[in-house]
T-cell receptor
Framework: GDSVTQMEGPVTLSEEAFLTINCTYT??????LFWYVQYPGEGLQLLLK?????DKGSNKGFEATYRKETTSFHLEKGSVQVSDSAVYFC????????????FGAGTRLAVHP | NAGVTQTPKFQVLKTGQSMTLQCAQD?????MYWYRQDPGMGLRLIYY???????DKGEVPNGYNVSRLNKREFSLRLESAAPSQTSVYFC???????????????FGPGTRLTVL
């Protein structure tokens, strides 16, 4: 079945470091891909999305490119801040039927001053 | 625009007790969802409602029931709570974007439930 695999955390970085969180997927058809962020004690917020191959989603300095050839959607940011500390979830929607959103297990990011 | 709201924020139950988690959205979305979040497992779909008047089972429906009260509200009921239902519960809503051909889900703040 369809699935999402994320790199295990926690990821610990110093402020202004470069961030990459890896995400790969398995899906039939042509899924849409998402990154959600969950700050401590809060719900999930949509960070960015991409709906077709080679699309780049971007928001708040974060970027991810939909790579069909490698079935990947890695999240990147050039210079992280302490306020970026959160759990990041990669997800996909399957085509057909209802909008089933399949999540990865999440990657915790901790940014230190 | 409040988005998706959930009540209560926290709840402690004893095994066998029942309760209903409430969810409402003000975005006029057709579809609504209930998820549970457990450590290391991401979010798993419990039930969903594609439109007012319809509900269907998701990945982990056992021990739960739902009611789509109207277009705005979607409640989740635990008839006889068990310790295995200790979790954080999230409600979400979505609407199909014809331009992008994508259905994007928006989440509430969650309900943290502990069953003793």
């Amino acid at each position: 079945g369809d699935s999402v695999t994320q790199m295990e955390g926690p990821v610990t970085l110093s402020e202004e470091a470069f961030l990459t969180i890896n995400c790969t997927y398995t899906a039939t058809g042509y899924p849409s891909l998402f990154w959600y962020v969950q700050y401590p004690g809060e719900g999930l917020q949509l960070l960015l999305k991409a709906t077709k191959a080679d699309d780049k989603g971007s928001n708040k300095g974060f970027e991810a490119t939909y790579r069909k050839e490698t079935t990947s959607f890695h999240l990147e940011k050039g210079s992280v801040q302490v306020s970026d500390s959160a759990v990041y979830f990669c997800a996909l929607t399957t085509s057909g039927g209802y909008n089933k959103l399949i999540f990865g297990a999440g990657t915790r990011l901790a940014v230190h001053p | 625009n409040a988005g998706v709201t959930q009540t209560p924020k926290f709840q402690v139950l004893k095994t066998g007790q029942s309760m209903t988690l409430q969810c409402a959205q003000d975005m006029n979305h057709n579809s609504m969802y209930w998820y549970r979040q457990d450590p290391g497992m991401g979010l798993r779909l419990i039930y969903y409602s594609a439109s007012e008047g319809t509900t269907d089972k998701g990945e982990v429906p056992n021990g739960y029931n739902v009611s789509r009260l109207n277009k705005r509200e979607f409640s989740l009921r635990l008839e006889s709570a068990a310790p295995s239902q200790t979790s954080v519960y999230f409600c979400a809503s979505s609407e199909w974007d014809r331009g992008l051909s994508v259905d994007t889900q928006y989440f509430g703040p969650g309900t943290r439930l502990t069953v003793l």
